[in-house]
């Protein structure tokens, strides 16, 4: 079985954000294959971004979602052989809705910078080290810094065509502080079970082998843990 990995907003290549956890899978005895979205940098949108994952699954797979990729893994869950879906500090949606409808009512976050003239969005760079990657070493969260990209607009806009389709886990990330675990809580009542681990956004670079129990036992390998 394959794992499937896709990654959230505002990022680019997609193999470095999931590379702490290749090893750990394959100690399962699990394959796991990044995928780029075409919304980040390219001037793709949703549907190009599910396109991508859909292209990328050629057996059964558990397709693991990250932040917004969360919204990209739902709608492709209709159109692949999908054994399960796992959203790490993901964003679920329902039938109907867009990332933009699902967002909390006000102002736009502080670490995002629109380009409503120019359709994209990006993350704000002084902020990522402490919001995103607090609890990350010093390495990681320059690498990940290097790799911040704008995204399409049109991504965030546009709506799935269904809701969650497949047996399904969240990971509630406890220390996020980008995506409040209230939040999270919200949309992890939208699936079959919830494992909460005291991480921050991004538990596969700074917990890659808790993570890998979690995905490992989605996949219904013996020893993985939910």
């Given at each position: ?23 750990p899978l394959e100690a399962f005895g699990l394959r ?195």
């Open positions: 079985m394959d794992i499937v990995f896709v990654h959230g907003a505002c990022v680019r290549d997609a193999a470095w954000w999931w590379h702490r956890m290749v090893e796991s294959v990044a995928v780029e979205l075409p919304s980040c940098g390219a001037g793709g949108d949703l549907e190009a971004d599910v396109s991508a994952v859909v292209e990328a699954v050629t057996k059964p797979s558990v397709l693991v979602g990250h932040s917004y990729g969360g919204v990209v893994i739902t709608e492709a869950a209709s159109r692949v052989d999908v054994s399960h879906l796992v959203y790490v500090a993901g964003t679920v949606p329902s039938a109907g809705d867009s990332l933009s409808s699902l967002a909390a009512p006000g102002p736009p976050p502080p670490f995002l910078d629109f380009d409503f003239d120019g359709g994209t969005v990006g993350a704000v760079s002084s902020m990522f080290a402490e919001l995103f990657m607090q609890d990350c070493a010093p390495e990681l969260v320059s690498g990940g810094a290097e790799r911040l990209t704008r995204q399409s607009l049109a991504a965030f806009g546009q709506p799935v065509t269904v809701g969650v389709s497949a047996p399904s886990t969240y990971v509630v990330c406890a220390e996020d502080r980008a995506t409040p675990p209230a939040v999270q809580r919200g949309f992890a009542a939208k699936t079959d079970r919830v494992v909460e681990m005291a991480v921050g956004h991004h538990p596969f670079l700074s917990r890659p082998v808790e993570l890998a129990l979690v995905i490992a036992a989605s996949a219904g390998i013996v020893g993985g843990q939910v």
